[in-house]
């Protein structure tokens, strides 16, 4: 079971190791903190209390008795997490762009009855099926980019090429297009989350004192998850980008449509080079991956003890010589295993989550468009995470923290997010119920927009239902995102190691692809007149993989509160209190050998 989710602020424990090295280097540093100024009114020190390096002094160390009345803020955010914030906006609003007017240029004929744009006339359930391949592939790839990342070229370089790269991806011919936009998503979407936590500086919480003479713990948790709040609210805004793509393809064309990314993806590319040495930039540490697998391999070959990995676990006569890791290795790669059990829940979300760009669009093709063009309507889902992230970040998560003192684990939130994305499938179903009741196509609109149903006036006629009905639907895929998307991003960052931050993250987004190849299985299914029944089935599989999960994980939701070479960290579980323990007897028998 994985141990520390319970923690309301503190993602990755502090270890005996870590807590040691950082002693080491506040001694070798003097102690010397930024407090030499002090506040008029209080005397105290000022708002920094860490050395210039970003390390905390023993006294500006939270206690246990800290936690339990100061509120936990973030830390501020460097200019560096802004420009990559930044780049990621452009590189979203150029994916999102040319992505959003894919369904109707698959799915709908040129010069189609049913008045939609349109190319290829693949029909629904075909188009949704290459609708997941696209992404399938788009999510694939960022494993051979974390690969490049932490093993050779750093995260910096690796989403420098692709940029580069996807300047070619507004050319005519769909497949090379997706091949192209999917290997430049490969080697940004697994090192842009990483890079943009790796802005921060203070990696252990300390007391900060405010003007007022309140003091406040400045949690590095807390920042990571502020950092990734703004993170996924300028990925939504790059994507209202179909907003204007979908437009242009409306009323000018697919040139039109698909231009406007290729010119903002260009900035993009210009930011990124232009702010290179505000970057806080991690080089590459090559064999990581490779040692995992020898790791992995030598566990699997001792019960699949991770224990009988480390160096210290070896008796003389083993070939220790090709090992090129220590005993914190190992205990790193145990903990990012752990994390990885959550993701394994995730591909049934990213299944009801990829409809949105799929089935819902044909879905809205369906329905009284008013004037608006149906693939418009996945920016509602954006446009809400635009306006509830500041809220959920500025507002709620510090209410539920400072006044409810409530610990809204990670698991919990994740529970939450899959149960919403199970309403969200539920609406839709009943939406298409009501759909298939209402005049003049009633079970069968696509055969009425193919001319197989024809009217006097030979026009065609969607069913009376007015478009704005799927709303709800977006904003509750929107709302589900917040508490499991987001977590996702969050606890891949937290629980990797430290050189293995960008695998980890593609790992994660590889359950995206598994929703995709899950999607592609089901796409025959996505079609009238079984519609009612192919979203209700969704909505029972969300709702499932939201029950499980919750039973999975539903130990770990107490916690703790111990001290670890003088740092107090609460939260913790039984697990994670047998391996500190573990950790510090491994030190102590050390030491003792050198003495």
Known sequence: MPSGWNREDRGAYTSVAQTEEANAELTAHGREVENESSSPATGQPNASSRDSSGLVSDENMPTAEDYAILPKVADKLPWGAFLVAIVEFCERFAYYGLSGPFQNYMANKYKDGNGLPGALGLKQSRATALSNLFQFWCYVTPILGAIIADQYLGKYLTINLPLSIQHGAAFPGLITAMIVIGLGTGGIKSNVSPLIAEQVRSTKPFIKHLRNGKRVIVDPEVTVQRIYMIYYMCINVGSISAIATTTLELHVGFWAAYLLPLLMFGVGFWVLVSGRKRYVIKPPQGGVIGNC??????????????????????????????????????????????????????????????????????????MELHGLPNDILPNVDAITLIIIIPV????????????????????????????????????????????????????????????????????????????????????LVALSEILASITGLELAYAKAPENMKSFIMSLFLLTSAAGSALGMLIAPFGKDPWLVWFYSALAIAAMTTAGFFHWTFKGIEGGHTVAVAGVHVEGITEEEIELMERKSEESETEEDARV
């Open 293 to 366: 697998l020898k790791v992995l391999w030598i566990a699997s070959r001792n019960k699949f003890n991770l224990d009988s990995a480390k160096p210290s676990r070896q008796g003389p006569g083993q070939k220790r010589h090709r090992i090129s890791w220590d005993d914190g290795f190992v205990d790193e790669l145990r903990t990012a295993l752990l994390a990885c059990k959550v993701f394994l829940f995730f591909p049934i979300y990213w299944l009801t989550f990829s409809q949105m760009t799929n089935n819902f669009v044909s879905q809205a093709g369906q």
């Open 392 to 475: 959920a970040d500025r507002i709620i998560y510090p209410f539920i923290r400072t006044r409810l003192h409530f610990v809204f684990a990670p698991t919990t939130r994740i529970t939450w997010g899959f149960f919403i994305a199970s309403l969200s499938m539920g609406y839709a179903a009943v939406l298409q119920s009501r759909i298939y009741a209402a005049p003049p196509c009633y079970s069968s609109p696509s055969a009425c927009a193919e001319g197989h149903i024809a009217f006097t006036d030979d026009s065609y006629k969607p069913n009376q239902v007015h478009v704005l009905w799927q709303a709800p639907a977006y904003i």
